[in-house]
């Protein structure tokens, strides 16, 4: 153990004989701060339903050609890696509390100049607002929510991160479907601006302000969040804050969570989610849907339900095993999904795919009944992915890295996500034409196999414990 380290040995905040807490307004702060994940959650789906109103536009009002939409969907992701690096610093310096507050201004001030905007410049600089406050909210609220939670309830909350973006995403295409790209962009500036109040009556997370050695307001805000009857004790934290150095990648405690951190974010992106929501319109048009619009909506549900199963299981079934369970149910559909665009493209005359229609334009009941399958294997894919690997890599970031270098690795691993989510949306038509759609599936079922892997032989299980018994298992104590 290093001397930097050694006020992470003893539990910051524990009652005295193990007892469970008793309050429930920890339940009231995680919902403020989970708001903003419901505000990133509605940035992502908002493209989905503005781009096609946007596309049908004419003058003055700003229009959508191929190339701009293409930037206008993808943007935000750059917008969010920037994000992920200023949250990082912000999270350290300014606290937990004061940083999921300022992620309001660039939400806010973003949809403002979407809802103004004459041009595309205008829309494309306010989604790229949008997309710093998606990067700053995704980094700082799962670790506020992480070190107000209690272990006994700390995967429940902190799966309801994941479960809140989810269930922005789904607002944004129900309200798609009656609102125009303007007044669903006003409707974004709500959840932000409901966060802003909520958190300025919310208090700073405890560690951070032991941390930051103000005893009196730690002790404060341990009262209103776990209740003042427990007599919880605290120990002394004697070293000063600090600053993360390359030199402490040598020490077991940070490059191990360091690598898992980053690992499991880059298995996130790699494992097909992209290339499934994109074609789920055109798989729902194969299977002769009335109305293939619907089929995002569908995901969206399918996502919410089973994202609020993995939260409501996650303190009793663990990490490791949901995350295991979410590969290998990715594997299978993943699979069967290239199986799918095989069998459909050896059934056409034309070796070329048009990733703009349906994969195979013969109307033969054969196919129906493939697509069908396809559509199985889609939701399949949607459930899996949403009970293990939508929200405990999220869950895993705010848990395993000690306190002191928390801000800078949360950072890296933010960063990694949002620049694989951006790679991935810009290069998968050129993934396509190269691999063709069942070989761009294959090749995602290869690194579901990976992850499931690197989930049994690397990840270790979080559930039950205190988050500086997380940071002992890596330091080998």
Same mark, same amino acid.
């Given at each position: 153990m290093t001397p930097e380290n050694s006020e992470e040995s003893q539990p910051l905040l524990r009652p005295p004989g193990g007892g469970s807490p008793c309050g429930r307004r920890v339940f009231l702060a995680a919902f403020a701060a989970a708001l903003g994940p419901l505000s990133f959650g509605f940035a992502l789906g908002y493209s989905s339903p503005a781009i096609p109103s946007l596309r049908r536009s004419v003058p003055p009002a700003p229009h959508l050609d191929d190339r701009t939409a293409s930037w206008f969907g993808a943007i935000v992701t750059l917008g969010a890696a920037a994000g992920g690096v200023l949250g990082g610093w912000l999270v350290d310096r300014a606290g937990r509390k004061l940083s999921l507050l300022f992620c309001t201004v660039p939400f806010v001030a973003g949809f403002a100049v979407i809802t103004a905007?004459?041009? /595309?410049?205008?829309?494309? #600089?306010? !989604?790229?607002?949008? #997309?710093?406050? =998606?990067? /700053?909210?995704?980094?700082?609220?799962?670790? @506020?929510?992480?070190?107000?939670? @209690?272990?006994?309830?700390?995967?429940?909350?902190?799966? =309801?991160?994941?479960?809140?973006? /989810? &269930?922005? &995403?789904?607002?944004? @295409?129900?309200?798609? !479907?009656?609102l125009e790209w303007r007044w669903l962009a006003v409707l974004g500036c709500v959840p932000p601006s409901f966060m802003l109040l909520l958190m300025c009556c919310m208090p700073e997370t405890p560690r951070f302000l032991l941390t930051q050695h103000k005893r009196q307001e730690a002790m404060a805000a341990l009262q209103f969040l776990w209740g003042s009857e427990q007599g919880w004790e605290e120990p002394s934290v004697e070293s000063e804050h600090q600053v993360f150095q390359l030199a402490l990648l040598r020490h077991p405690g940070i490059y191990k969570p360091f690598l898992i951190g980053i690992s499991l974010m880059a298995f996130q992106q790699l494992s097909g989610i992209n290339a499934v929501m994109f074609y789920a319109e055109t798989i729902f048009e194969e299977a002769k849907f009335k109305d293939s619009s619907l089929a995002s909506v569908v995901m969206g549900t399918i996502q919410v339900? +089973?994202?609020?199963?993995?939260?409501?299981?996650?303190? !009793?079934? #663990?990490?490791?095993?949901?995350?295991?369970?979410? #590969?290998?149910?990715?594997? +299978?559909?993943?699979?069967? +999904?290239?199986?799918? +665009?095989?069998?459909?493209?050896?059934?056409?005359?034309?070796?070329?795919?048009?990733?703009?229609?349906?994969v195979s334009a013969e109307p033969v009941d054969t196919n129906v009944g493939l697509a069908w399958l396809a559509v199985g294997s889609m939701c399949l894919f949607i459930a899996g992915f949403a009970i293990g690997w939508g929200p405990i890599p999220w869950l895993l970031m705010s848990e395993i890295f000690p306190l002191h270098v928390k801000g800078v690795a949360t950072g890296v691993c933010v960063l990694t996500n949002w620049l694989m989510a951006f790679l991935v949306t810009k290069e998968f038509n050129n993934l396509m034409e190269v691999l063709r759609p069942y070989g761009a599936f294959w090749l995602a079922s290869a690194f579901c196999i990976f992850s499931v892997l690197f989930t049994l032989f690397w990840v270790p299980e979080t559930k039950g414990k205190t988050l500086e018994q997380i940071t002992a298992h890596f330091e080998g104590r």
């Open positions: 905007a004459q041009d /595309v410049w205008m829309l494309l #600089g306010g !989604r790229l607002l949008t #997309g710093l406050a =998606c990067g /700053v909210a995704s980094l700082v609220a799962p670790i @506020y929510i992480s070190e107000i939670s @209690y272990p006994a309830v700390r995967g429940l909350l902190g799966s =309801c991160v994941q479960l809140m973006v /989810v &269930i922005g &995403i789904l607002l944004a @295409y129900l309200a798609g !479907r009656v339900l +089973f994202t609020a199963v993995a939260a409501l299981i996650m303190d !009793r079934a #663990g990490r490791r095993l949901l995350l295991a369970l979410s #590969g290998m149910v990715m594997v +299978f559909s993943t699979s069967a +999904f290239g199986t799918y +665009f095989k069998l459909t493209q050896d059934g056409s005359n034309s070796s070329h795919v048009d990733l703009l229609v349906p």
